[in-house]
């Protein structure tokens, strides 16, 4: 069984996130979506909104499921004896700090084995942080973030 977890802030979710969701779907017997709780990073959406939100997401995915983690992605790994850890990439940038970010899990705990999936080109553009500033501004992000999403910052920016 491979078995792996897909960590990330989502806040909001975006359709970039939602292509790596279906592409590991197809890889990994059971992909588990984690949506991370980190007390330093300010979230927009709380953590209960983000969960709720990729709950609603993933229903097309029958092996695909999600859970808040609020520890260390290695330890809350470790409890779940899933070794795999997936991560999207958008570019160079992404790359080198997707890089630091596996080196620095690979030393906590040389088990974990990180997977990068290259976007698809499509989705290349699209980053949490410039979606929220776009919708702050009442600018139009449905091609961006599934129509869940569009309402939710509606919703918050209205
Ligand atoms: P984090 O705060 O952990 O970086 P994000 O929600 O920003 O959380 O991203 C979660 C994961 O999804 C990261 O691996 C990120 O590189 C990837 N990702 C974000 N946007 C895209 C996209 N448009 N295409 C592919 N991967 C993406």
Redesign the pocket.
């Known amino acids: 069984m491979l078995h792996a977890v897909f960590?990330?802030?989502?806040?909001p979710p975006?359709l970039?996130?939602l292509?790596?969701i279906e592409r590991g779907s197809s890889i990994f017997d059971k992909l588990l979506v984690v949506v991370?709780v980190n007390p330093r990073k300010k979230y927009f959406f709380s953590d209960e909104e983000r969960k709720a939100m990729m709950l609603e997401l993933i229903k097309p995915w029958k092996n695909v499921s999600v859970e808040i983690c609020d520890t260390l992605i290695v330890d809350f790994m470790r409890r779940r004896n899933i070794r795999i850890l997936l991560?999207?990439?958008?570019g160079v940038d992404?790359f080198s700090y997707?890089f630091e970010l596996s080196m620095m899990n690979k030393s906590l705990d040389s088990n974990i084995e990180t997977v990068f999936m290259t976007?698809d080109p499509e989705?290349?553009v699209?980053?949490?942080s410039t979606i929220k500033e776009l919708a702050s501004f009442h600018g139009n992000v449905s091609g961006m973030v599934p129509p869940l999403v569009v309402e939710a910052l509606k919703a918050r920016f209205a």
């Open positions: 960590p990330g802030s989502f806040d975006t970039g996130h292509n790596i991370a991560r999207g990439v958008r992404d997707e976007t989705y290349f699209l980053r949490s």
